[in-house]
């Protein structure tokens, strides 16, 4: 049985070695090979790879298949060394996402945050006039006129909420929209969720963990995939087409993390709800089948032990 778990684990992680170390890391060497050869000339010369390439089979052909192997086993090394880097730097990208924003403070975090509030309460104006012009409308205006107020009302509060949830708190809708998430289940609930997500945690059937660390595992991977930009940023010192590898793979990243964030977060209100009466019924809360406020301010004072 102990064989059989092992073989199922060693199985696993040479799929996520393959997937998240080998594949991009190998992919990010030829670029880098690419970088060396061509250098900062047009991109399409195809006959001069050829060429290096020709060069190179011709002179490992002399030598035994020990340095073939070493070869083999030095281009592996850096791509694992690369995809280890960019795991690095993808954690330093998740900060940079979390980072918490200052309107008062300068420099680029401050100045963000100050942007970003400034648009927001631009489109919360407008879509609060918006939304009471429909409201004067719902019996003086006819059915027609009325009925595009509200839709304007609608498009105007999606606009606001595009841009965060919340009045926004930190520079990046990332960082606003998980804030906005702890934020929501406190004002429902009145309950601390950085307090409960331990003790909810341990509650969580399967599947919701699951499901949880899948959301978690997208988001770190679009940050990672930040990161791997960044290194194609590097390369276009050496040749210029890396950057342009490096913007599409950066935007790519950016998009995968608002889904993955929008995702997260989701999933993380839905928990409170599904799971929050059961987490109080553990910690020996009388609750009843939703968890209410007056029960969640209990748990949460009891959680931060008076701190």
């Known amino acids: 049985m102990t064989t059989g778990v092992l073989g199922a684990l060693g199985g696993k992680f040479a799929e996520r070695w393959a997937a998240t170390l080998a594949l991009p890391g190998l992919l990010y060497v030829a670029v ?25 089979a011709a002179g490992s052909a002399g030598h035994g298949p020990g340095v073939v192997l070493l070869a083999v086993f030095g281009v592996l090394a850096c791509a694992a060394g690369a995809a280890v880097a960019a795991r690095g730097l993808g954690g330093l990208v998740e900060r940079a996402w ?3 924003g200052d309107p008062d403070a300068t420099g680029p975090v401050g100045w963000l945050t100050r942007r970003r509030r400034a648009r927001y309460r631009s489109a919360a104006r407008a879509a609060d006039s918006a939304h009471l012009a429909a409201a004067r409308a719902r019996r003086s205006a006819e059915t027609e006129r009325r009925q595009a107020l509200v839709r304007r009302a609608e498009r105007a509060y999606a606009v606001r909420n595009r841009i965060s949830l919340r009045e926004p708190c930190r520079p990046t809708w990332i960082g606003d929209r998980l804030a906005a998430a702890e934020a929501r289940v406190h004002e429902t609930y009145d309950l601390d969720l950085v307090s409960a997500w331990p003790r909810l945690w341990l509650v969580l059937p399967d599947g919701a963990r699951s499901d949880l660390d899948r959301a978690r595992a997208a988001f770190s991977a679009a940050a990672q995939l930040v990161a791997w930009a960044a290194g194609y940023a590097v390369l276009a010192v050496w040749w210029w087409p890396a950057a342009v590898i490096g913007c599409a793979v950066g935007v790519a990243g950016w998009l995968r993390g608002r889904a993955a964030t929008e995702v997260l977060a989701l999933l993380v209100e839905s928990v409170v709800d599904v799971h929050g009466a059961e987490l109080a019924r553990a910690l020996g809360f009388e609750c009843p089948q939703r968890l209410t406020r007056a029960v969640g301010e209990q748990v949460t004072k009891a959680l931060r032990k008076n701190t």
């Open 98 to 100: 979390l980072v918490e």
């Open 32 to 56: 880098a090979v690419l970088a060396s050869v061509l250098g900062q000339r047009p991109w399409y010369p195809a006959s001069e790879v050829r060429r290096r390439l020709a060069a190179i």
